[in-house]
């Protein structure tokens, strides 16, 4: 089988110019990393350093809304550690949100992702920043959906990990739902 | 029972920014021999229904649920050397582009011989001279000399029938093509899809065409099913489906088609965007963009009915069957557009469609 650089496809020579040079058998790598520092964090820094390291917020641009308007909140995960860190979660999802203790704003039980860890990474102070809407319907069966009716309702996101409240990897903000 | 058996498969993406279903409980058959369509916007989920059919998903995809059955043998159930033994030999694929799914360091001839050496177990001399043969099928000129190209040599057009021989050299009863066509120009289109059309014929192979395009389905398939945010929302005989379609989207798709000496300034659109997949819409995903919407459209999610009987689709090929809550009663309103044939009876298959009003 013939391989490409077998072919007369590609013109070579080092003295002209825009051409690319004859293959250098030597091989000698242009850039190193520094350091493989996801790794050795993940080999060095306990599980209790990375979890403090990391933090959540849940906001949404105001706290009133008209029934049927759509709610968007913005989540902020941040990593304030001067290193990476790989965080373990319990499924492949990094987080996951509620509203009123319904996640997804869903009053069906919990129908989620496999329950198999999955390790997220932050850089070294890196925040990731995910926006969602709630569209103030709750899931009600397979296929149905209920308006949420007018008062007050938590929307909450959490890092999907065991016991993230307790870990200061939860956060909720309130919004109030007036009439039309 | 039919070549392909498709019940409620279901892919999700596990992404940071959440669970992407690409699709979504979704049901099809293809009978032997037949050219099933697939059409959609881009984003319905009409590539990954296919690479699952070949179980080609890769993380952090996932087949979450559901059977896919060819001849009867469920292929999520098999060992991968099983499925290995399938793939490339009795079921297919056609690969949207063309140059990305060539090998650039092999030769073309090599690319296809190889896989009629895995699997039809022949000797290099014998798979040199079947490759050679496929290249003159798929109209490559001078394929004996051409064989030894390497794919940059060749042109878009030229590549993607590389791709078609490779797809077609073990004689597969299964042939998916994803979109095909797109990358090329449509002289060089005509040409692949007549080709696809003819070979499919000559070697008695199911077609399953994706594609974005309307009219490459109604020249060339039998039956299509029209999807959208990862979910099957019309499926019917393609003559149906262009005379009298049933839901509001396949509506809105057709009126969308330009049209040569069409009056009006601006062409008609499906206004807004297909939605997020991590985050459907409450009800009918496509509620937020159909003039029809109402209350309920938010509330519930339409299932797959007869448009006649409102019953549930029974799996039966010919059925037309649309998601849509007009068909179980639950829309108070009702659907309000008008389909207008201009041209002959539409049994004949020969009219030409034309000026179709969307909207009330």
Known sequence: MRRIYESDALYRDDDEPGAPRERQREERPQSFRSVPSGSLSRWLVPDRVRRWGLSLEVVTPRTEFRVGEHVPFQV?????????????????????????????????????????ERG???????????????????????????????GEYTIGAGLNVEGAADRGLYSETTVTLRPE | ??????????????????????????????????????????????????????????????????????????ILSMSESEVRSIRGNEMAM?????????????????????????????????ARDRAVQLMDDVG???????????????????????VIATALSCDPDLLI????????????????????????????????????????????????????????????????LYYDPKHPYTVGLMSSIPRVGEQRDRLQTIPGTMPDLVELPSGCSFHPRCPFAEDACTRKEPPLVDHETGQAADGDTDQHVAACLEYTGDLVEGLDYQVDVDGADPNTGSATERGRDHGA
């Open chain 1, 76 to 116: 902020t995960i941040k990593n304030s550690l001067p290193f990476p860190v790989t965080v373990a979660t319990r499924s492949p999802l990094l987080w996951t949100w509620h509203v009123d203790d319904h996640r997804a704003a869903s009053k069906l039980s919990a129908d989620g992702p496999p329950e198999e």
């Open chain 1, 120 to 150: 997220f990474r932050f850089e070294r102070g890196e925040r990731k920043r995910f926006r969602k809407r709630w569209d103030g319907m709750f899931k009600i069966a397979d296929a149905e959906w209920e308006r949420a009716t007018t």
């Open chain 2, 1 to 74: 029972m039919a070549l392909l058996e498709v019940d409620d498969l279901t892919v999700q993406f596990y992404t940071e920014d959440g669970v992407v279903t690409a699709a979504d409980e979704l049901s099809f058959t293809v009978e032997s021999g037949e050219k099933f369509g697939v059409v959609g916007e881009s984003g319905a989920g009409k590539s990954v229904t296919a690479l699952s059919l070949m179980r080609l998903i890769e993380e952090p995809g996932r087949i979450t649920d559901g059977e896919i059955r060819f001849k009867g043998e469920d």
């Open chain 2, 94 to 126: 056609i690969f949207q582009d063309a140059q990305t799914a060539l090998n650039p360091v092999y030769t073309v001839g090599e690319q296809i011989s190889e896989a009629v050496r895995h699997h039809l177990d022949y000797s290099e001399a014998d």
């Open chain 2, 140 to 162: 490559i000129p001078e394929p004996d000399a051409r064989y030894d190209d390497y794919p940059h040599q060749f042109s878009g057009g030229m590549q993607q029938r590389v």
């Open chain 2, 177 to 240: 093509a994803d979109e095909p066509t797109t990358a090329l120009d449509v002289t060089i289109e005509a040409k692949i899809l007549d080709l696809i059309e003819n070979l499919a014929d000559e070697y008695d192979t199911a077609v399953q065409l994706i594609t974005h395009d309307l009219g490459v389905i109604a020249e060339v398939c039998d039956r299509v099913m029209v999807m959208y945010a990862g979910k099957p929302v019309e499926k019917a005989p393609v003559d149906d």
